[in-house]
């Protein structure tokens, strides 16, 4: 059984940045695809970010491509999102995926971006 655990959500203003962790009980050369959803009131969770095993390439919701930068280290087991300037409208629960032949996910960390 693979554990994963979030860390880094928080209350921002608009304009200012997190930074999400996610790290895996393994090795995260054992999953082939590692992702980070989002979900806001009343909304399905939907896609934002995802990364390969080797980390050679990454893929963006339009809203947030320029803003967002998914990452990973693999010697820490752990996957990053870096979030800059941020928006009212990236207020949500943020989860983070590993996907093997199973999916593990995070359980989530709220971020809420408000003045």
């Known amino acids: 059984q693979v554990q994963v655990v979030e860390s880094g959500g928080g209350l921002v203003q608009p304009g200012g940045s997190l930074r999400l962790s996610c790290a895996a009980s393994?090795?995260?050369?054992?999953?082939?695809?590692m992702a980070w959803y989002r979900q806001a009131p009343g909304k399905q969770r939907d896609l934002v970010a995802n990364?390969?095993?080797?980390?050679?390439?990454?893929n963006y919701e339009e809203s947030v491509k320029g803003r967002f930068t998914i990452s990973r280290d693999n010697a820490k087991n752990t996957m990053y999102l870096q979030m800059n300037s941020l928006k009212p409208e990236d207020t949500a629960v943020y989860y983070c995926?590993?996907?093997?032949?199973?999916?593990?996910w995070g359980q989530g960390t709220q971020v809420t971006v408000s003045s």
């Open positions: 995926l590993f996907r093997a032949r199973g999916d593990y």
């Open positions: 990364i390969t095993r080797g980390g050679d390439m990454t």
């Open positions: 393994r090795s995260t050369f054992y999953f082939f695809a």
